[in-house]
C-alpha cells in the first residue's frame, strides 16, 4: 500500500510541475525547462500540494465507480486511472487528447474509467455527482459517486442544494472537500461563516470526517471507512481533507497577495515529503522511492514529447460535440 500511494502522488507531483513549465513557455518554480512559447492551450489550475487527496481517496475506487471534479483536477484524473499521456495531449490542445483537445484542462473527462469531467464551474460538480449518484440507485448498480470539491464552494449554492438532495434520497455519494484555504485569490476563512464544510454536512445529518489532507495514509484510512459505508447503503458522506494550495490560482499567478510566512508553513507540510518519510519508517527503501520517481518523471517525458508530436484537430471537429438546437446552423 505505502508504495502504491506514494507512486500515485509521484505521478501526480510530475505531471503538475511539467504542465506548468509548459503552460509559462520558460523555466517553472521547480526548474522544469519548457522553450519556446506556451504549449499549453487555455487556463491551467495546478494541485500541486494537495496529492494526497486524490491518491488516498481513489485507492478505494473501481472504475464502475463514478468521480466529478474541479477546475483544478489533474491529481483526481489520474488518481482514477486515466491515462496520463492522453491528458497532456489534451492540455496541449492536441487531437489525441480526451476531448479531442477542445476542452483542455478544466473539462477532461473519461468516462471509461468512470471520471465524468472536470469543471470551470465552481461547485457545478457538486449536482452532477448527486445526479449520477441517485441514477446508480436507481438502477441498483453496486457503485458509488465521489464529489470533489474546494472550500470556496460551499459558500455558493449549489453546495446546499447537492448535500440536502443526497441526504433526502439517501444517496451513494462520498463528498471529498480539499479544503485549500484559498478561493482563487481571496483567503477562504475570512469570507466563510461558521466551521465550514464539516459542520455545514452536520447540519444536513450528513456525518462528516475531518483530516489532515497532506497525510496520505491518514487520508487512505479515512476514506476506507467513508467509502464502506456508503456502499452499503447507509447513504451520503462528507471527508473533509485540509490542505494547501502551495500555487497561485493559475500557473502563471505568482500569488503575491499572499503571507511568505503562510506559504513556507505550508511547505514544510509537503505531502509527499510526508509520506516519503513514512514510506521508509514502514521499510520501504529510500532506492525503490528514488526508483518511483524516477520512473514517474520518465512517464511524464515519454507524454510531452507524445504531446508535441500528436496532431492538431481537424478543423471539422469544430462542428462535432456541440448541442444542435434544431436550427441547422451546425450544418
Not at 508553513?265 to 519508517?281: E, G, H
Request: a negative charge; charged letters at 15%.
Amino acid at each position: 500500500m505505502h508504495s502504491s500511494l506514494y507512486r500515485t502522488m509521484a505521478r501526480i507531483r510530475a505531471f503538475e510541475n511539467a504542465a506548468e513549465a509548459a503552460s509559462q513557455g520558460g523555466v517553472s518554480a521547480y526548474g522544469q525547462e519548457a522553450a519556446g512559447a506556451a504549449r499549453v492551450r487555455g487556463p491551467l489550475h495546478l494541485s500541486t500540494g494537495q496529492e494526497a487527496v486524490p491518491a488516498g481517496v481513489c485507492a478505494h475506487l473501481a472504475p464502475t465507480d463514478y468521480l466529478t471534479s474541479t477546475h483544478r483536477g489533474h491529481g483526481h484524473t489520474l488518481a482514477k486511472g486515466a491515462d496520463l499521456t492522453r491528458m497532456m495531449c489534451e492540455l496541449f490542445g492536441k487531437a489525441t487528447g480526451f476531448n479531442g483537445g477542445k476542452g483542455g484542462s478544466m473539462h477532461i473527462a473519461d468516462f471509461s474509467v468512470g471520471m465524468l469531467g472536470a469543471n470551470g464551474v465552481v461547485a457545478a460538480g457538486l449536482p452532477i455527482a448527486v445526479g449520477a449518484a441517485h441514477a446508480q440507485k436507481l438502477q441498483r448498480r453496486d457503485a458509488i459517486t465521489v464529489c470533489f470539491f474546494g472550500d470556496g464552494a460551499i459558500n455558493r449554492g449549489p453546495f446546499l442544494e447537492a448535500l440536502n438532495w443526497a441526504r433526502v434520497y439517501q444517496l451513494p455519494v462520498l463528498f471529498v472537500c480539499e479544503d485549500n484555504r484559498w478561493s482563487a485569490t481571496t483567503a477562504s476563512g475570512p469570507m466563510t461563516a461558521g466551521d465550514g464544510a464539516s459542520a455545514r454536512a452536520q447540519a444536513l445529518d450528513i456525518a462528516a470526517t475531518q483530516v489532515d489532507g497532506n497525510d496520505v495514509f491518514a487520508v487512505h484510512a479515512a476514506a476506507a471507512r467513508l467509502v464502506a459505508e456508503v456502499r452499503s447503503g447507509a447513504g451520503p458522506r462528507l471527508l473533509h481533507a485540509l490542505t494547501y494550495r502551495v500555487k497561485g490560482h493559475v500557473s502563471v499567478d505568482p500569488a503575491a497577495y499572499r503571507d511568505a510566512g503562510e506559504l513556507a508553513a505550508a511547505l514544510a507540510t509537503d505531502p509527499i515529503a510526508n509520506a516519503r518519510m513514512q514510506c521508509l519508517k514502514a521499510g520501504v527503501t529510500a532506492a525503490a522511492l528514488d526508483a518511483i520517481d524516477a520512473d514517474a518523471q520518465r512517464e511524464v517525458e515519454a507524454a510531452l514529447a507524445a504531446a508535441e508530436a500528436a496532431p492538431w484537430p481537424d478543423a471539422s471537429a469544430a462542428f462535432t460535440d456541440v448541442q444542435t438546437t434544431g436550427a441547422g446552423q451546425w450544418h
